[in-house]
């Protein structure tokens, strides 16, 4: 069982920076992927940033260059910097873990076992 708790959320003005904490709890293996989701509303829940293990990162196009997903040496927590934030960076952001065997980090929200309870963003003109 790996419980999951986001924090550092807020609000932000435009060109702003903010980093995301997710505090990781229960057995991480070493085939676990961790992952960075955002729901804004009326939307669906699209991926945003990825690690596996091997310390392979993946990110969504829009973020990419802004964002950066990091995690500490003991897989104690996982961090994603956002850099140069848009008004559409505005979300719930949620933190996300599963067992991977694959060499990309799987990007369907769907197939994550699971969940933190997200922490807001909210990036103001």
């Known amino acids: 069982q790996v419980q999951l708790v986001e924090s550092g959320g807020g609000l932000v003005q435009v060109g702003g920076s903010l980093r995301l904490s997710c505090a990781i709890s229960?057995?991480?293996?070493?085939?676990?992927?961790l992952t960075w989701f955002r729901q804004a509303p009326g939307k669906e829940r699209e991926f945003v940033a990825g690690?596996?293990?091997?310390?392979?990162?993946h990110y969504a196009d829009s973020v990419k260059g802004r964002f950066t997903v990091s995690r500490d040496s003991s897989w104690n927590t996982l961090y994603l910097q956002m850099n140069i934030l848009e008004s559409e960076d505005t979300a719930v952001y949620y933190c996300?873990?599963?067992?991977?065997?694959?060499?990309?980090?799987?990007?369907?929200?769907?197939?994550?076992?699971?969940w933190g309870r997200g922490t807001q963003v909210t990036v103001s003109l």
């Open positions: 690690i596996k293990w091997t310390n392979t990162t």
């Open positions: 229960g057995r991480i293996l070493s085939n676990y992927v």
């Open positions: 996300a873990a599963r067992t991977s065997y694959l060499t990309s980090v799987p990007t369907t929200a769907t197939t994550y076992n699971y």
